[in-house]
């Protein structure tokens, strides 16, 4: 059984920082591409940074390159999302994702809310 658990995320003052993990289970991490994705009410779920598998190389979307930072543990089956310098704009619900080829799986969803 695929599962993909994300952290607790929280209430994060603006300028605050906030570390989310998300362990999964049940498939070969290491063949997987990690994500983390965000959502807000009304919008499109959108890609905030991206992981690759094997050479580990990374991606970000451009609201967040700077500030945030993916990272991998193999030996764990965990991916992290960093979150520093937050703004209010930051707040959605956070979505793990793990991909290879066709398969694509998700975590149910943290909220992270920057708020003063």
């Known amino acids: 059984q695929v599962q993909l658990v994300e952290s607790v995320g929280g209430l994060v003052q603006p300028g605050g920082s906030l570390r989310l993990s998300c362990t999964a289970s049940?498939?070969?991490?290491?063949?997987?591409?990690m994500n983390w994705y965000r959502q807000t009410p009304g919008k499109e779920r959108e890609l905030v940074a991206g992981?690759?598998?094997?050479?580990?190389?990374?991606d970000y979307a451009g609201s967040v390159k700077g500030r945030f930072t993916i990272s991998r543990d193999d030996a764990k089956n965990t991916v992290t999302l960093q979150m520093n310098s937050l703004k209010p704009e930051d707040t959605a619900v956070y979505y793990c994702?793990?991909?290879?080829?066709?398969?694509?799986?998700w975590g149910q969803g943290t909220q992270v809310t920057v708020s003063s």
């Open positions: 994702n793990a991909r290879y080829l066709w398969q694509s799986y």
């Open positions: 049940g498939f070969t991490f290491s063949s997987y591409g």
């Open positions: 992981i690759r598998n094997s050479c580990g190389s990374t």
